[in-house]
């Protein structure tokens, strides 16, 4: 599923038109976006959380020459589902 048939698909059971839909899932995605860009966790009750971890840099291999390489450090967002998502997919 891509963002387009999500969209779809919350336009039919939300008895809504598409592009408000359209509109709806973007508005979503930049709330969590922007969220997590400030460093603040997303907790779905249900669903998951999205939260923002740190990785340390370290040393790689370029997979092409074999040399090493410094990996920097960067921020990584994080989803870990919740209970009822994990029961849903489970069932």
Known sequence: MNKGDLAAAVASRANMSKAAASEAVDAVFDAITDS????????????GNFAVTHRAASMGRNPQTGQPMQIRASNQAKFKAGK???DAVNS
């Open 84 to 86: 009822g998502l994990k």
């Open 36 to 47: 997590l860009s400030k460093g603040t966790e997303v907790r779905i009750l249900g669903f």
